[in-house]
């Protein structure tokens, strides 16, 4: 089993700048993927990023590219999430996830993630 913890979450005004963080510990051998979801208010849950183990393969949804940049320090493991120019729109429930995978096609959908995490609230003001 691996567990998940996320840290850095908080309210934010619209422009600003906030890192997500998310350590995972147990059998952490199998987290070869690891990302980003986020879930607003009556909404499903959405992909934002996601980094693969050596950083080879990193995807960002098209609504995030440019403002905001995964990382991952296998050292400790973890993986970080530099949100720059929030906007409103941005206000969410952020999840990490890990996935036991080197490579996939399908990195967009919550079934290719094995873990999750309990989430981190991100709110960003107008």
């Known amino acids: 089993q691996v567990q998940l913890v996320e840290s850095g979450g908080g309210l934010v005004q619209a422009g600003g700048s906030l890192r997500l963080s998310c350590t995972a510990s147990?059998?952490?051998?199998?987290?070869?993927?690891m990302g980003w979801f986020r879930q607003a208010p009556g909404k499903e849950r959405e992909f934002v990023a996601v980094?693969?183990?050596?950083?080879?393969?990193?995807y960002y949804d098209h609504s995030v590219k440019g403002r905001f940049t995964i990382s991952r320090d296998n050292a400790k493991n973890t993986v970080y999430l530099q949100m720059n120019s929030l906007k409103p729109e941005d206000t969410a429930v952020y999840y990490c996830?890990?996935?036991?995978?080197?490579?996939?096609?399908?990195?967009?959908?919550?079934?290719?993630?094995?873990?999750w995490g309990q989430g981190t609230q991100v709110s960003v003001s107008s």
């Open positions: 996830a890990a996935g036991n995978w080197y490579y996939s096609g399908s990195y967009q959908y919550t079934n290719q993630y094995d873990y």
């Open positions: 147990g059998r952490t051998s199998t987290t070869y993927a």
């Open positions: 980094v693969t183990w050596s950083s080879v393969y990193i």
